[in-house]
């Protein structure tokens, strides 16, 4: 089996600010993490991260908000998408 995408969506604001989030399923966990998928959330402007959830190999589920990294549980893709979608709507000040 081969990766498979879950999710695959970019939204593009007005303001310049960009949300991208892909997830995709996988035949093999990746390291650090305790389920079968593969994801990057971002919400940022180019060159600058201000809202990140990802598992990169060997640092398993965790998030960025700013320059702070910490860990993050993973429980379903529902409540991920529902906690990346929180921090960023707290960031803009407004709903999304």
């Keep these: 089996m ?3 995408r879950v999710i695959r969506e970019r939204i593009v ?3 310049g600010a960009i949300l991208e989030m892909k997830v995709w399923r996988v035949p093999v966990q990746v390291p650090g ?3 079968m998928l593969k994801y ?3 919400y940022g402007r180019p060159g600058e991260r201000l809202i990140g959830y990802d598992n990169e190999r060997g640092k398993g589920d965790h ?4 320059e702070r ?3 993050y549980t993973f429980v379903s893709i ?3 998408l529902l906690d ?3 921090d960023v709507e707290r960031l803009r000040g407004e709903r999304i």
Excluded at 63 to 66: E, F
């Design 84 to 86: 990346f979608q929180a």
């Design 69 to 71: 990294e910490e860990a």
């Design 13 to 15: 604001f007005g303001d």
């Design 33 to 35: 993490s305790r389920h």
């Design 40 to 42: 990057s959330l971002f």
């Design 78 to 80: 529902e409540q991920m």
């Design 2 to 4: 081969k990766a498979e």
């Design 63 to 66: 998030r960025h908000c700013g």
